[in-house]
């Protein structure tokens, strides 16, 4: 096994969310928590016209992801060496109004 090409490998996650303020940021940790066999890990998380508070948490995560999170992984009992973000990429894409979940993956698919 080529163990150049297996460190190099990325992992994508797409969450669409709505109105998700209550599971978004545990969600996050356990993805970064997660025993992957990659640490490049690429989390695009596309906020699809959320009203009740969904906006303003992911832009504290975009802010300080260690900071945000770091209560998350307290909560769901993560060993400290699972808590980096480090080879994480987050990003957020935003739509002005809901335009439903498929229409959201497509976003994060065509970025």
């Keep these: ?3 150049d090409a297996e ?6 996650v797409i ?4 109105n998700e303020r209550g599971t978004l940021l545990t969600v996050v940790a356990k993805l ?5 066999p990659t640490r490049a890990l690429e ?9 009740a508070g969904t906006t303003e948490i992911l832009d504290s ?5 260690d900071e945000v999170l770091a ?4 909560q769901l009992k993560v060993p400290p060496e699972a808590r980096s973000t480090e080879g994480v990429e987050i990003r957020i894409f935003h ?3 809901n335009r439903g979940k498929s229409r959201a993956i497509r976003t994060a698919i065509e970025a």
Excluded: C, R
């Excluded at 460190?7 to 994508?12: A, F, P």
């Excluded at 989390?43 to 009203?51: A, C, E, K, Q, R």
């Design 1 to 3: 096994m080529d163990h």
């Design 61 to 65: 995560l975009k802010a300080s992801p």
């Design 95 to 97: 739509h002005e109004k």
């Design 43 to 51: 989390i695009l998380i596309v906020n699809d016209g959320s009203t």
């Design 71 to 74: 209560s998350h992984f307290v």
């Design 15 to 18: 969450i669409p969310a709505y």
């Design 7 to 12: 460190s190099q490998t990325t992992l994508s």
């Design 32 to 36: 970064i928590a997660a025993p992957l």
